[in-house]
């Protein structure tokens, strides 16, 4: 290194350590990582609500045969690459700097943000595009949610580390509703505006994080766990593409589970994650060191994460359905504008999270997490106990009131958790940690979502189809076209009430509806048939996917019980060692 090269390197880390000392460095750290935080989950929900304006806009129709799996990707790609990568881009910023790393992920998001607004093609082809460069958008998401977390942590002292990741934290899972607001606002006015509107957000953020934020964790220069990396890729994007295929429908099934190819795909995901498992116990610098699951404030809280996010995951799209394919239109809303109304009725459940979180984290702080996380974790099987008894036609301010205390019992677990995860990993390996609690809140979201799915349409295949049969003939369809309806797998008749379509009008079809009487194809496409018409069979379907909801819950109550009293890393203090040949050495 030549002497100029030096000179500014040393004035560079002076000016760090003298940014870095200062009392406020620690809320500049939490506020940009934060922002990273709602905004990469803000974009993981975003498209949800927009997807009819985006289909649109490309020029297809996701129910017609061969596009649920584009519908499918769409969603859940960015989902699967952000589980996927945050414990190898956790495990780079441990060994090549958190900061560096955080920084570059603003920057990859941006970049494809734009892209994702500027696809001139439609048809399958716009939507492969779109795709695409949301997974290589879920590669900068996934930078910045790997490291967020253990730059706080490397910021705040362990008695502020609860309120500082709590306030991370509950942002991040608010980012996951606002997400469907923003979608339902901005997708009508143009669908490109969805991915546009982070743009800002990601440029202003790239520039302050590298302008203000500073390396202040242990760096662990080592080599790259190439097989450790690869294996556990390939593993989990295998399960991960099972489950979003075992949701489609196969073969005349109503779901793919039997599917040879979602058979191998299970099966060789498992088979790759053992092969992560022992080559990690093998190499001398692994990805990720599973002695840190014998730490049991570790274990135990990854473990109540991963099942609060399977009760938590799918939660979203079955409210999502249940407003928009039942309630909104009974009380008066058109199929259209349920999207964005969906969004605002569930904003109670956001109200929990931002009240309760901070609060709950600044006290993990003094008390520990148990009580927190065990309470809120019990709070949240009781509110899905109360969504399953409220009828399908509820009273709004009771299914308010029920989604609030869900916020609640979510926030008080969610921050003093992760708080105990952090605090309970070596500093060096704070980065890798934080990558892996959030793989296993981002996988059991992939996974919530095809468990939620399959419950649901396993209690829809019971009695739709003969609901749907019935119904259709007594408004005078015609038999070979009501029996064609009543036919499609119930995943169609899901996907038409998430996506906000006139669910009769789409799955019919305008050529039978002009064989029917203009009285009863009105009544047809109207906003009371189809909600009454599927609120039996949804009833059963959602007494099912809430009881593994109260299930999973319950369970990670046990967890955070077992996660033993208040712990907190602490590295072992080496004695110093007196140089002078004259020494003699201490006394036993």
């Given at each position: 290194?030549?002497?100029?090269?030096?000179?500014?390197?040393?004035?560079?880390q002076?000016?760090?350590?003298?940014?870095?000392?200062?009392?406020?460095?620690?809320?500049?750290?939490?506020s940009?990582?934060t922002?990273?935080?709602?905004?990469a989950?803000?974009?993981?929900?975003?498209?949800?609500i927009?997807?009819?304006?985006?289909?649109r806009?490309v020029?297809?129709?996701?129910?017609?045969?061969?596009?649920?799996?584009?519908?499918?990707?769409?969603i859940?790609?960015?989902?699967?690459?952000?589980?996927?990568?945050?414990?190898?881009?956790?495990?780079?910023?441990?060994m090549f700097?958190?900061?560096a790393?955080?920084?570059?992920g603003?920057?990859v998001?941006?970049v494809?943000?734009?892209?994702?607004s500027?696809?001139?093609?439609?048809?399958?082809?716009?939507?492969?595009?779109?795709?695409?460069?949301?997974?290589f958008q879920?590669?900068?998401?996934?930078?910045?949610m790997?490291?967020?977390?253990?730059?706080?942590?490397?910021?705040?002292p362990v008695?502020?580390?609860?309120?500082?990741l709590?306030?991370?934290?509950?942002?991040?899972?608010a980012?996951?509703?606002?997400?469907?607001?923003l979608?339902?606002?901005l997708g009508?006015?143009?669908?490109r505006?969805?991915f546009?509107?982070s743009?800002?957000v990601?440029?202003?953020?790239?520039v302050?994080a590298?302008?203000k934020?500073?390396d202040?964790?242990?760096?662990q220069?080592a080599?790259?766990?190439?097989?450790?990396?690869?294996s556990?890729?390939?593993?989990?994007?295998?399960?991960?593409?099972?489950i979003?295929?075992?949701?489609?429908?196969?073969?005349?099934?109503?779901?793919?589970?039997?599917?040879?190819?979602?058979?191998?795909?299970?099966?060789g995901g498992?088979?790759?994650?053992a092969?992560?498992?022992?080559?990690?116990?093998?190499?001398a610098?692994?990805?990720?060191?599973l002695?840190?699951f014998?730490v049991?404030?570790?274990?135990a809280?990854?473990?109540?994460?991963?099942?609060a996010?399977?009760?938590?995951?799918?939660?979203?799209?079955?409210?999502?359905?249940?407003?928009q394919?039942?309630?909104?239109p009974?009380?008066?809303?058109?199929?259209e504008s349920?999207?964005?109304?969906?969004?605002?009725?569930?904003l109670?459940?956001t109200?929990?999270?931002?009240?309760?979180?901070?609060v709950?984290?600044?006290?993990?702080?003094?008390f520990?997490?148990?009580?927190?996380?065990t309470?809120?974790?019990?709070?949240?099987?009781?509110?899905?106990?109360?969504l399953?008894?409220?009828?399908?036609?509820?009273?709004?301010?009771?299914?308010?009131?029920?989604?609030?205390?869900?916020?609640?019992?979510?926030?008080?677990?969610?921050?003093?958790?992760?708080a105990s995860?952090?605090?309970?990993?070596?500093?060096?390996q704070?980065?890798?940690g934080?990558?892996?609690s959030?793989?296993?809140?981002?996988?059991?979201?992939?996974l919530?979502?095809?468990?939620?799915?399959?419950?649901?349409?396993?209690?829809?295949?019971?009695?739709?189809?003969?609901?749907?049969?019935?119904?259709?003939?007594?408004?005078?369809?015609?038999?070979?076209?009501?029996?064609?309806?009543?036919?499609?797998p119930?995943?169609?008749?899901?996907?038409?009430?998430?996506?906000?379509?006139?669910?009769?009008?789409?799955?019919?079809?305008?050529?039978?509806?002009?064989?029917?009487?203009?009285?009863?194809?009105?009544y047809?496409?109207?906003?009371?048939?189809?909600?009454?018409?599927?609120?039996?069979?949804?009833?059963?379907?959602?007494?099912i996917a809430f009881?593994f909801?109260?299930?999973?819950?319950?369970?990670?109550?046990?967890?955070?019980l077992?996660?033993?009293?208040?712990?907190?890393?602490?590295?072992?203090?080496?004695?110093?060692?007196?140089?002078?040949?004259t020494?003699?050495p201490?006394?036993?």
């Amino acid at each position: 290194m030549t002497p100029s090269v030096s000179g500014r390197v040393q004035r560079r880390q002076a000016r760090a350590a003298v940014a870095t000392a200062s009392p406020y460095y620690k809320w500049i750290a939490l506020s940009n990582t934060t922002l990273g935080v709602l905004m990469a989950t803000i974009d993981g929900s975003i498209v949800l609500i927009a997807l009819p304006d985006i289909f649109r806009g490309v020029g297809i129709n996701p129910l017609e045969p061969g596009n649920t799996g584009l519908l499918l990707w769409l969603i859940m790609g960015y989902l699967v690459v952000t589980a996927v990568l945050v414990v190898s881009f956790g495990r780079l910023g441990d060994m090549f700097g958190r900061v560096a790393t955080y920084n570059a992920g603003f920057a990859v998001f941006s970049v494809f943000s734009v892209l994702l607004s500027v696809t001139w093609m439609h048809g399958s082809a716009g939507v492969l595009w779109l795709t695409v460069m949301r997974i290589f958008q879920g590669v900068g998401g996934a930078m910045l949610m790997a490291n967020s977390n253990a730059i706080i942590t490397d910021a705040f002292p362990v008695d502020q580390r609860g309120l500082a990741l709590g306030l991370n934290q509950v942002a991040g899972i608010a980012g996951t509703f606002l997400g469907l607001l923003l979608g339902g606002v901005l997708g009508p006015i143009d669908w490109r505006w969805v991915f546009l509107v982070s743009v800002p957000v990601g440029v202003f953020g790239t520039v302050w994080a590298y302008l203000k934020l500073h390396d202040t964790g242990v760096r662990q220069p080592a080599r790259l766990d190439w097989w450790g990396n690869l294996s556990f890729a390939v593993g989990l994007i295998a399960i991960l593409a099972g489950i979003t295929y075992g949701i489609q429908p196969y073969r005349g099934h109503t779901m793919g589970w039997a599917s040879p190819l979602v058979l191998a795909l299970m099966g060789g995901g498992v088979l790759m994650l053992a092969i992560f498992c022992v080559a990690e116990t093998k190499v001398a610098e692994p990805m990720f060191r599973l002695t840190l699951f014998r730490v049991r404030s570790f274990s135990a809280g990854n473990v109540a994460n991963l099942l609060a996010s399977l009760g938590r995951g799918g939660l979203m799209f079955i409210l999502i359905i249940w407003l928009q394919g039942i309630w909104l239109p009974q009380h008066g809303y058109s199929f259209e504008s349920t999207p964005l109304w969906a969004g605002i009725y569930m904003l109670p459940l956001t109200a929990g999270f931002l009240i309760v979180g901070p609060v709950s984290g600044a006290l993990s702080d003094r008390f520990g997490a148990r009580t927190f996380a065990t309470g809120g974790m019990i709070l949240a099987a009781g509110s899905f106990v109360l969504l399953a008894l409220l009828p399908v036609n509820f009273t709004y301010w009771q299914f308010a009131l029920v989604l609030l205390l869900n916020g609640i019992g979510m926030g008080l677990f969610s921050s003093p958790n992760r708080a105990s995860i952090m605090n309970s990993v070596p500093p060096d390996q704070r980065g890798v940690g934080a990558g892996m609690s959030t793989t296993f809140q981002n996988a059991a979201m992939v996974l919530s979502i095809g468990i939620f799915f399959s419950l649901m349409i396993s209690g829809l295949t019971a009695s739709l189809p003969h609901t749907m049969f019935d119904g259709l003939i007594t408004q005078g369809v015609p038999t070979a076209d009501a029996a064609r309806v009543a036919a499609l797998p119930p995943v169609s008749v899901l996907f038409a009430s998430l996506l906000g379509y006139n669910p009769v009008q789409t799955l019919l079809g305008p050529a039978a509806l002009h064989q029917v009487p203009a009285g009863h194809a009105a009544y047809l496409t109207g906003r009371s048939f189809f909600p009454v018409l599927i609120s039996g069979p949804f009833s059963h379907g959602l007494t099912i996917a809430f009881g593994f909801a109260v299930s999973a819950c319950l369970i990670a109550a046990l967890a955070s019980l077992l996660r033993g009293g208040k712990y907190t890393h602490i590295e072992p203090r080496l004695q110093p060692v007196d140089p002078s040949p004259t020494a003699q050495p201490a006394a036993p």
